[in-house]
């Protein structure tokens, strides 16, 4: 009998992470639940899904992705709470709500997993990390990580943790978005065309990436390696030093720290 996978909630990343475990599951059926109908009849049509609704998921789902904004799922939880069974998985990415919360909001024993993804999860390279509490078996776990294999890296990390690491992991694609518009910006700045520039700029980070995940180099030393002396990069390591490149992005991941736990609240 095939396995029933339920989302509560397409949005954005509640449809990226939907659409990864279709390419990921063999013998389960995704069914999607959203206010917004538009959404799920068209994601549905996308990936092979049934539109279905909050209540038919969870009477009938084994694992629910609860994909809804954290001021929301309170709401949700208290709608599906008395019909879903003692074996279903809650999978929760409401960021900032801690599994003790969700388990609140139940009132009762539930298994549950806690993730935070990112967007890269729509390309198959997103960063996921997770937490589960004692209710979830390894039998649950390893099925959880089957049907997420498609989404990109998962790491299981301490839930005290994942609020830190999604500022980085969670928020860090919309500073590296900015960070590539930038280096377009300088390219464009320089007489490239918008086109070239940006594909330049993209390019650059992929590689730069790849090349410190697979030499496992400290990224200091790959940076040394292409400042020559008195050379251009090295003035140009220099521009980003005097505007406070380090600095600001520090603050950056920091700020979105503080918002996540706030949003928890």
Request: aromatic share 4%.
């Amino acid at each position: 009998m095939n396995k029933i996978i339920g989302f509560i909630g397409c949005g954005n990343m509640g449809g990226a992470i939907a659409e990864a475990v279709s390419k990921a599951s063999t013998g389960t059926e995704v069914w999607l639940s959203d206010p917004c109908a538009k959404k799920v009849n068209e994601l549905s049509s996308k990936i092979g899904a049934k539109p279905s609704d909050n209540q038919e998921i969870s009477k009938n789902a084994d694992i629910i992705f609860l994909a809804v904004k954290p001021q929301v799922i309170g709401d949700v939880i208290n709608e599906i709470k008395d019909t879903i069974s003692d074996s279903v998985l809650i999978v929760s990415m409401a960021a900032g709500v801690s599994m003790s919360k969700i388990e609140g909001f139940f009132e009762r024993n539930i298994s549950l997993i806690r993730i935070m993804p990112n967007t890269p999860v729509s390309v198959g390279e997103g960063m996921i990390l997770y937490d589960t509490n004692s209710l979830v078996s390894s039998e649950l776990e390893e099925f959880f990580t089957t049907v997420m294999s498609k989404a990109g890296k998962l790491d299981k990390i301490a839930e005290k943790l994942i609020d830190a690491a999604s500022a980085l992991s969670g928020c860090g694609p919309a500073f590296v978005y900015m960070f590539i518009e930038a280096l377009a910006d300088g390219g464009v700045a320089c007489g490239l065309p918008r086109d070239k520039a940006l594909a330049y700029a993209t390019q650059t980070l992929l590689g730069s990436s790849k090349l410190l995940a697979e030499t496992n180099k400290h990224p200091g030393e790959l940076k040394d390696a292409v400042c020559s002396p008195g050379g251009s990069t090295i003035m140009g390591v220099k521009a980003l030093e005097n505007g406070s490149l380090r600095g600001t992005v520090i603050n950056a991941v920091s700020e979105a720290f503080a918002k996540t736990k706030e949003l928890g609240k």
